[in-house]
């Protein structure tokens, strides 16, 4: 005898625009409370975008009269705000009061910042508001991956519901920064990976996910951790025979075409300007003041590590200088991973293997990714890990369902 498909579930959706439009106000209300140049690096993202406002290219990092703090950082993301500012009217200006307390900007009223002009104060803003759709556009590519791995029931709403309510994500993304732009391509991927699990015979899906793949690296650099992972959600269906050998070979050069497309213009520009395809070396010349080598045994990998890139990825403010107490947030911590490891058993379910895996390898890679960084750099900032929100999130909801 047979049972009727399960019908949609309206009501789903609805939740899911409810909690995207919760995210949007949410990141808002940071966006605009948040004092100016509070959250970290943001005068630097600034400046970049405003060097494309001004018409000018992408910036050698060995120039000194090119170089730019956050210059070797991928550039979608100030293309965009850039391209935003010259149709606005070019770049802005906001001139600082004298700091007294370094690493402090809290000091003064954000309000009384003697912008330029009301315009610059309006677009400045205007920029952080970006962010805050950013941040909402997460929340709903999270809820179509989790709702497309789990059909039935509504314990997908978990994935977007804890996206949308992670304060950090909502003080990172509502400001001017790429951390909002690579979350939401982080999770575009893990959409379009969904897709491929759901209908590996489509060549249209492996497009959109060598597509996405290929923008989270324009996004940010460690983004690049999804090329892997797309290699291993193709690996696990080419085992699974999900699809036809012949049909999967070409599914698989579509995205590895699409997704080179969008890598090698950056990665022939960092060979010629820099002398390596990634350009790691230039970062440790001209970031010089940040270098500060450490092993795995160290202190900071020992104690500082552990404890703070878990906190500081939910809710950790400034520039990593206002906590919020343990007591509130590690409980949290403990439920999503707790939560997450029992999504590890769906990988024997030939259904679900391949996506699962695809998030396993995507959050872990990450997490390598901020290891490796933290060596060099030991900046222990759960932001870092921004490109996995939506794999770690859609895990433990999988986890409950």
Same mark, same amino acid.
């Given at each position: ?15 899911? =625009?409810?909690?995207?439009?919760? @995210? ?7 966006? &605009? ?12 993202? !600034? ?35 850039? /391209?935003?500012?010259?149709?606005? $009217? %070019? ?19 954000? +309000? ?44 997908? &709403? *978990? ?20 951390? =909002?732009?690579?979350?939401?391509? %982080? ?20 497009? @959109? ?23 291993? &959600?193709? /690996? ?8 036809? #050998? ?52 160290? +202190? ?10 878990? +906190? ?5 403010? $400034? ?21 997450? *490891? ?21 959050? &872990? ?9 933290? !060596? ?11 490109? #996995? ?13």
């Amino acid at each position: 005898m047979e049972t009727a498909a399960p019908r949609p579930n309206r009501n789903s959706w609805i939740w899911l =625009g409810l909690l995207c439009i919760y @995210a949007l106000i949410h990141s808002a209300a940071y966006a &605009l409370t948040n004092p100016v140049f509070e959250s970290p690096d943001e005068p630097g993202h !600034l400046e970049y975008a405003n060097n494309f406002a001004a018409g000018r290219p992408m910036p050698d990092q060995y120039d000194s009269k090119q170089f730019l703090a956050e210059g070797h950082q991928s550039p979608l993301y100030y293309f965009l705000a850039g /391209s935003l500012l010259r149709i606005a $009217g %070019g770049p802005i200006t906001v001139s600082l009061p004298p700091n007294t307390q370094p690493d402090h900007w809290y000091e003064f009223d954000h +309000r009384a910042l003697p912008f330029k002009s009301p315009r610059d104060r309006e677009i400045f803003y205007s920029l952080r508001l970006l962010g805050s759709i950013l941040v909402a556009l997460t929340v709903m590519a999270t809820g179509l991956a989790a709702k497309r791995i789990m059909p039935v029931g509504h314990v997908w &709403l *978990v994935a977007p519901l804890l996206v949308a309510t992670m304060p950090e994500l909502a003080f990172i993304g509502s400001s001017i920064s790429n951390d =909002g732009l690579v979350a939401l391509m %982080g999770a575009c991927c893990v959409y379009a990976a969904a897709c491929c699990s759901d209908e590996p015979e489509r060549w249209q899906n492996w497009l @959109a996910l060598g597509s996405w793949v290929g923008l989270a690296f324009l996004a940010k650099k460690n983004a690049i951790v999804y090329a892997p992972s797309a290699l291993v &959600l193709f /690996s696990v269906l080419w085992i699974s025979r999900n699809a036809a #050998a012949k049909t999967m070979l070409r599914n698989g050069a579509i995205a590895f075409g699409a997704g080179l497309v969008l890598y090698l213009p950056i990665l022939l520009r960092n060979q010629f300007l820099y002398g390596e395809l990634l350009g790691n070396r230039m970062e440790t010349d001209t970031l010089a003041g940040l270098v500060y080598p450490q092993s795995l045994n160290s +202190r900071h990998f020992r104690v500082i590590f552990p404890d703070i890139v878990p +906190r500081s990825f939910l809710a950790h403010f $400034g520039w990593m200088t206002v906590e919020v107490k343990q007591v509130y947030v590690w409980p949290l911590v403990r439920a999503i991973l707790g939560s997450a *490891v029992f999504a590890v058993p769906a990988l024997f379910d030939r259904k679900r293997a391949a996506f699962v895996a695809f998030c396993i390898a995507a959050f &872990l890679g990450n997490v390598a990714g901020l290891v490796y960084y933290n !060596l060099i750099y030991p900046q222990a900032q759960g932001r870092l890990l921004f490109p #996995a929100i939506a794999p770690l999130m859609i895990l433990c909801a999988l986890g409950l369902f």
